[in-house]
């Protein structure tokens, strides 16, 4: 184990702090996570689980690769944790429907097909009549779909359940409402942390604290990663089960069913700081959106509404590895793909800590940002 000299702190116990960790318990280190809430409770419990590397329609290749890698081990990664976690995550890969309303949209999704074929990535086009029989709930003016095949969704507040239980399966210690924990460093490395149960002293430090992650205390500046809260608000439909069958995308908006019979419809992107509040704005925005598309939707229930911070970035990649200080890791900056990202990010960060090669983390690193100044200045993206 790399992190020589103490065990492996992680500060953040969402999807991506408990991933890290779960993989390094697997690996034998003695891991503890410090969380000043409740477990998988921030954004890991306020997205919407879409696993869609291809209908998110990323345009960086390196993220694009990620993600997929990410996408491919879902299977084992939700089986795993079904027998060591002991809940279900209730994984679905019967592909994302990407729909169309008019002959511009309908074009934009057939150059996106040939696009997703020419790089090995299954689709098929539905025409209306065979949209219609696949999803009979959305508007009659849907006139065609482009279903890609492979993607699907995770209900991630029950993965949050499961990692959660494998973690303490497997000997790592999580500890809630530890208050805002700060890093404590030296001038040549971290030391661990404290909480409210005073000075932990760690061979490794992980910030795993996603939106928050810049204003970790005790962080020097040059290795606090410029993550950005972006926030997301959604409500959730009561339905009949079956009613909407297929992870959707529509104008505006996306829905993702669940197997508890409730309709995710998601999301908001808005740069408003750490504001967490659901509003009428935003609320509005989503319904709208859901009642051009769906109108049929209009007559069931609203069961829940809420909001989160997704962890943004300059460039829209994540920041894994080391941080430039010594003892010092980061796991952060998901943004929208935080759930499609744990599995990949666990089993990448568990291996670099354990000392084995860096070399599939480096499009990933903080020090990226200084050596690739144009990258740097790209659009943010959410
Ligand atoms: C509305 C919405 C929809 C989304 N939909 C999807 C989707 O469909 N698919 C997808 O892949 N991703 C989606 N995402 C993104 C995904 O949810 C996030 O990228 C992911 O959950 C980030 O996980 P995390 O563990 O890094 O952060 P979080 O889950 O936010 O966890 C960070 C933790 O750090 C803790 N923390 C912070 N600072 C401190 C401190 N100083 N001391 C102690 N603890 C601290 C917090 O309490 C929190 O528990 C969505 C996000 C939102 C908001």
């Known amino acids: ?219 020097p500046e040059a290795y606090s990663p410029p993550v950005e809260p972006v926030k997301g608000q959604m409500f959730a439909l009561a339905i009949p089960r079956g009613f909407v069958r297929h992870t959707t995308w529509i104008p505006g908006a996306y829905l993702v069913p669940r197997d508890d019979g409730r309709l995710m419809v998601g999301a908001t992107v808005e740069r408003t700081g750490f504001d967490e509040r659901v509003t009428a704005r935003g609320q509005h925005d989503l319904l709208a959106a859901v009642m051009r598309a769906a109108p049929s939707l209009g007559g069931f229930t609203v069961a829940e509404t809420w909001a989160g911070l997704r962890p943004g970035t300059p460039d829209g990649r994540p920041f894994l590895g080391p941080s430039g200080l010594d003892g010092l890791w980061l796991a952060t900056g998901h943004a929208r793909n935080g759930i499609l990202l744990a599995p990949v990010t666990g089993r990448l960060l568990g291996a670099a800590i354990a000392g084995e090669s860096l070399e599939a983390l480096h499009p990933f690193l903080l020090a990226r940002l200084r050596t690739e100044p144009a990258l740097a200045a790209r659009t943010t993206h959410s």
């Open 1 to 219: 184990m790399r992190a020589t000299g103490g065990d492996v702190v992680i500060v953040g116990a969402g999807l991506v702090g408990l991933s890290v960790a779960w993989d390094l318990a697997r690996r034998g280190a003695v891991v503890k996570v410090f969380d000043r809430g409740e477990a998988a409770r921030a954004a890991s419990w306020a997205g919407a689980g879409m696993l869609a590397p291809h209908s998110e329609g990323l345009d960086d290749a390196a993220m694009l690769e990620l993600c997929a890698q990410s996408l491919a081990m879902y299977p084992e990664f939700v089986e795993r944790l079904r027998e060591e976690g002991k809940a279900d995550a209730r994984l679905h890969l019967d592909g994302i429907l990407n729909v169309a309303y008019g002959p511009d949209r309908a074009g934009e999704l057939h150059v996106r097909a040939a696009a997703l074929r020419a790089s090995g990535a299954g689709c098929e086009w539905l025409d209306a009549p065979a949209l219609r029989l696949s999803e009979p709930a959305l508007a009659p003016s849907a006139c065609g779909a482009l279903l890609v095949r492979g993607e699907g969704s995770v209900d991630n507040r029950l993965l949050g359940r499961a990692l959660t239980e494998a973690c303490v399966a497997r000997g790592v210690t999580i500890v809630r409402d530890a208050g805002d924990v700060a890093i404590e460093c030296d001038v040549r490395r971290a030391r661990g942390v404290r909480s409210i149960l005073g000075f932990t002293s760690a061979g490794c430090v992980v910030n795993a604290t996603g939106a928050w992650a810049a204003r970790l205390p005790g962080v």
